[in-house]
């Protein structure tokens, strides 16, 4: 029987064997954005396709991702939202546990405290009513896979071009892949520099998902 339990453990241990690696999580974040190509893995990711294979290599050895073939390219998608919900709780629970990563998470959000006042059922709501432009600021690829309720697509990289398209007497929410996500950072900060009122929503799609609300798929 012994033989039997150590078995057993060494099978969760696959998973957390799998896991352990912090290019792997981050690999992890971008595919819960949707499915994406090596190339593209490792371009968001900043390391070489070589590392990025290696790595999505352990995670499929691990039944967290899956692949396929589309003519000369392979393309990578996470197994289920489960391990989408996998990466979302392992990395609440760091947060909460570890003071390192919560001093390193505030430093990247500015005015987080601002939004403390309207929870995310509230903010469907405005945006509902028109109340509130809620800002996809991810490529566009990411935003038609899935996004929030009402959002509007708007990559930050073209931002400061299409500004106009934004009313200026309504309040924007700006979001983009989680808390770890600097791109709704970067729009903030251009949006509250050229006159709007701009928040951080600092939930993805995966954070979204994970608590039980609605995604536009």
């Known amino acids: 029987m012994r033989e039997v339990k150590d078995y057993l453990y060494q099978q969760v241990a696959r998973i957390g ?10 690999l992890i974040e971008l595919l819960c954005q949707g499915e994406k190509t090596v190339e593209t893995l490792a371009e968001q990711a900043n390391i070489s396709m070589k590392l990025a294979s290696a790595h999505l ?18 393309l990578y998608r996470l197994a289920s939202n489960s391990v989408a919900d996998l990466w979302v709780t392992l990395r609440t629970e760091a947060e909460a546990r570890l003071v390192e990563l919560q001093m390193a998470v505030a430093s990247l959000v500015e005015h987080r ?6 929870d995310r059922k509230e903010i469907l709501r405005k945006a509902a009513a028109g109340e509130v432009v809620v800002l996809d600021v991810r490529p566009q690829s990411e935003f038609n896979v899935a996004h929030l309720p009402h959002a509007r697509s708007l ?25 770890f996500c600097l ?35």
């Not at 039944?63 to 000369?72: A, D, M, N, Q, W």
């Not at 073209?158 to 989680?178: F, I, N, T």
């Open 155 to 179: 990559p930050v990289a073209e931002l400061k071009k299409r500004l106009s398209e934004l009313p200026k007497d309504v309040p924007v929410v700006a979001y983009c892949r989680g808390p």
């Open 57 to 74: 290599k352990e995670l499929r050895h691990a039944h967290l991702v899956e692949s396929r073939k589309e003519g000369k390219y392979v």
């Open 183 to 217: 791109m709704a950072k970067d729009a903030v900060e251009l949006l509250r520099k050229r006159g709007y009122q701009a928040f951080h929503l600092t939930d993805g799609v995966a954070e979204w998902r994970a608590r039980g609300l609605p995604v536009e798929v």
């Open 113 to 118: 405290d601002e939004l403390r006042g309207m």
């Open 17 to 26: 064997k799998a896991v352990s690696s912090p290019k792997r999580l981050e």
